[in-house]
């Protein structure tokens, strides 16, 4: 075999090996399946911080931080005012957002759907979000974990 001939095949197989493993890795998981539970951000310390006379003012309005997401629930400067929970999906780790019109927790991968309190309320997620710590001191709200 020819030196020329030989480099064509190995790269041709060598990008076949790699293609394959492309499609393998980007494939559909199966939602049914439940996925590796993501545990949730390190606990300690000021995740997020808020100055309420300039951020997070309206209702649905969310902040990320840290591995935190922080969402204003209702109007008024209280602790019951807001949640925080962790940004990372139980399931597979994808960050999931908040959808103010149905006033819950969607993740984007495979749809799980969890309560303002972490909870899940649709799998393929089995476990709840973590739920961090709010204070407020003034205009300034503090995400502890």
Do not use: W
Request: with cysteine.
């Amino acid at each position: 075999m020819e030196r020329d001939e030989f480099l064509s095949k190995f790269g041709l197989g060598i990008a076949a090996v790699c293609v394959g493993g492309c499609f393998a890795a980007c494939g559909k998981s199966d939602p049914a399946t439940p996925g590796p539970v993501v545990p949730p951000p390190a606990t300690g310390g000021a995740k997020v911080t808020a100055n309420l006379a300039t951020e997070i003012k309206t209702i649905g309005e969310s902040k990320f931080a840290n591995g935190v997401i922080l969402v204003r629930l209702a109007a008024g400067n209280e602790v019951t005012s807001f949640t925080a929970v962790q940004r990372a999906c139980t399931h597979q780790g994808t960050n999931i957002n908040y959808d103010a019109a149905q006033g819950k927790f969607i993740c984007p991968n495979h749809l799980s759907e969890f309560s303002n309190a972490g909870v899940v309320l649709k799998s393929p997620a089995t476990t709840n979000l973590k739920v961090y710590t709010i204070a407020i001191e003034g205009t300034t709200l503090t995400v502890t974990g």
